[in-house]
């Protein structure tokens, strides 16, 4: 089975400190998302990477970056967090289509939930 | 570019009953559609995909979704529910032709109730 591992469950930080969020995937796929989570809105994509060292951004990428040195590992970077980045944060991955890079079909990790006061 | 709109964000549903999500879609495209599930504290699963061929989906635990091309949507069913089907899910779409985003819709979260 497809692992998708996001390194804390849980994290609280302050408003300004930066926070890297790790994302490791261990079946080998090209591609690789972070999402965010917030009640009545669903999940909205903040980046995306289609190979290594490869970025896109996605609809919401304002206050973060990220990182793709590794085909498993996708890293999250807030470089400066604010109280509304409080919020639950998902990593997913999937396989190349044949179609193109992404057949829709994703793998999530059980999340990141993160509070800034 | 594509939406997808969940219409009810809550469905109470007596255990046994049986139960709709609705789930409407929008693209200028050919799309993939799917069905994802979260349980309380946990990441979104994949509950079912249509990607092509038959327009009706099963899963494994009792769900169906019908894709109606003609009505862009892709209702999630189950004729009978059980207190384990508790969860939010997630309506999902992403144009078939190459280098598209995966579009998700607000979520319904399903209570059953005993």
């Known amino acids: 089975d497809v692992k998708v591992t996001q390194s804390s469950r849980y994290l609280v930080k302050r408003t300004g400190e930066k926070v890297f969020l790790e994302c490791v995937q261990d079946?080998?796929?090209?591609?690789m998302f972070w999402y965010r989570q917030d009640p009545g809105l669903g999940l909205r994509l903040i980046y995306f990477?289609?190979?290594?060292?490869?970025?896109e951004k996605g609809d919401i990428p304002e206050g973060y970056s990220v990182s793709r040195e590794k085909k498993e590992r996708f890293s999250l970077i807030l470089e400066s967090a604010s109280t509304n980045q409080t919020s639950m944060y998902l990593c997913?991955?999937?396989?190349?289509?044949?179609?193109?890079?992404?057949?829709?079909?994703?793998?999530f990790g059980e999340g990141s939930r993160l509070t800034v006061l | 570019a594509q939406s997808v709109t969940q219409l009810d964000s809550q469905v109470p549903v007596f255990e046994e009953a049986p139960v709709e999500l609705r789930c409407n879609y929008s693209?200028?495209?050919?799309?993939?559609l799917f069905w994802y599930v979260q349980y309380p504290n946990q990441g979104l699963q994949l509950l079912l995909k249509?990607?092509?061929?038959?327009?009706l989906v099963e899963s494994i635990n009792g769900f169906e979704a019908e894709f109606n091309k003609s009505q862009t949507s892709f209702h999630l069913r189950k004729p009978s529910v059980h207190i384990s089907d508790t969860a939010e899910y997630f309506c999902?779409?992403?144009?078939?032709?190459?280098?598209?985003?995966?579009?998700f819709g607000t979520g319904t979260k399903l209570q059953v109730i005993p």
């Open positions: 693209s200028s495209v050919s799309v993939y």
């Open positions: 990477s289609y190979d290594v060292k490869m970025k």
């Open positions: 997913a991955s999937s396989l190349q289509g044949p179609s193109g890079p992404n057949t829709g079909e994703l793998f």
């Open positions: 079946m080998d796929h090209e591609n």
């Open positions: 999902a779409v992403i144009g078939s032709g190459g280098y598209q985003k995966v579009t």
């Open positions: 249509y990607l092509s061929g038959s327009t």
